[in-house]
């Protein structure tokens, strides 16, 4: 995201973009216990059913959210065309819930809306639900819609980049969504282990952001990003007949370890800062080690990713809602600058830098 100073572009004053409004929603929660005695122990056998204990204890998850509980409808053999209806009827009230309640905050009614983004890597369908929720809720008709997929994990980061870009330049506010169903994407039993890792952790969820103009909220300051296109294949999303399949490479840390301390270092010096200045941090729980490795490169204390690993633990990995839902919960603390980070395919790395005030 390109930062201009306040009077430069085409013959005004460019807006500021602020971070007026955050909004949450979950499907009905279960505990990690409970999905593994009734029924992952027995979507695995023999040796891989004694691996999956193992990573599902050691996952740093408590509990996770699922529109579709496999303790009440086994997925793993629907089709993807199945997948996908279920994937509407389950999406629509949950978009809905989290941009009202992000409206709310900022205090804007839907009509107030310039520009709406959906953020969604979990499911398709046309008419989009950015065209959905913006009828139901009742954004205006010229309401600008964009809907972005397959980003995974890292989708809010730079959705946040554009909705800054589109308040800067049109002094408008704008909504982001981002809403994930990894529950509809349960697979068959398998000897992979980076299936088992990825049933261990993923979850579902919904959060949605309001960046206007002016007022009360963290200013977006900027965001970098990134990627390490040789470890491309680390991390992979493949859409198959019996929906989508996660690849996942225990090799993905050490591409986090490889290049974050870098980009977070390059992107607090371009605004005057160090990593001792930022108060607030908001790291994408892809796993422990993710945490872990984070923590060490940037040489944090515990309290410094405590938020983080209370997600992980308290909703899963939400993939891309999940580090606005660790923002929403940081707000009450008001920490003065907020680094914000996320991690997905290519691999790639995204930071954003929020400043109070």
């Known amino acids: 995201m390109a930062r201009r100073p306040a009077g430069e572009g085409r013959g005004h004053v460019v807006a500021e973009a602020v971070l ?47 529109a579709v509980s496999p303790l009440i409808e086994d997925v793993s053999g629907w089709s993807t065309a199945r997948r996908m209806r279920r994937y509407l009827t389950e999406a629509l009230p949950l978009g ?13 009614q839907p009509s107030d809306v310039g520009m709406f983004a959906v953020c969604s890597c979990t499911g398709y369908v046309t008419p989009g639900l950015d065209i959905l929720l913006a009828r139901d809720l009742g954004m205006a008709p010229e ?3 964009l809907f972005i997929g397959h980003m995974g994990c890292y989708a809010a980061l730079p959705g946040l980049g554009m909705a800054a870009d589109f308040t800067r330049s049109r002094g408008r506010p704008a909504v982001l969504l981002c809403l994930e169903l990894t529950s509809l994407h349960l697979q068959p039993s398998t000897v992979d282990a980076e299936q088992i890792v990825a ?62 301390a870098d980009l977070v270092q390059g ?3 371009r ?38 690993r209370a997600v992980l633990a308290g909703h899963g990995n939400c993939s891309s809602p999940t580090v606005l839902t660790i923002l929403d919960a940081l707000a009450p603390d008001g920490p003065r600058h907020v680094v914000a980070l996320a991690f997905g395919p290519g691999l790639t790395i995204y930071a954003t830098l929020l400043a109070l005030g």
């Open 143 to 145: 309401t600008q819609r």
């Open 199 to 260: 049933h261990s952790l993923f979850s579902d969820a919904a959060a949605a952001a309001v960046v206007r103009p002016a007022g009360p909220g963290y200013r977006l300051v900027e965001v970098a990003s990134v990627t390490d296109a040789a470890s491309a294949g680390y991390m992979t999303w493949e859409v198959t007949d019996q929906g989508f399949r996660m690849g996942l490479s225990s090799r993905v840390p050490d591409v986090l370890d490889k290049h974050i």
């Open 96 to 108: 809905k819930a989290a941009v009202g309640e992000a409206l709310a905050a900022a205090q804007l």
């Open 267 to 269: 992107l607090l010096a």
């Open 271 to 308: 605004n005057g800062l160090a990593v001792s200045d930022v108060d607030g941090w908001a790291v994408h729980p892809g796993g422990p080690r993710i945490i872990d490795v984070v923590q060490a490169r940037l040489g944090l204390p515990d309290e410094a990713v405590s938020q983080s």
């Open 20 to 66: 007026a409004g955050l909004g949450t929603a979950f499907p009905p929660a279960v505990s990690q216990a409970d999905l593994w005695d009734g029924f992952f122990v027995r979507h695995y056998g023999g040796v891989q059913r004694a691996l999956g204990a193992r990573i599902f204890r050691n996952a740093g998850v408590r509990r996770r959210h699922a």
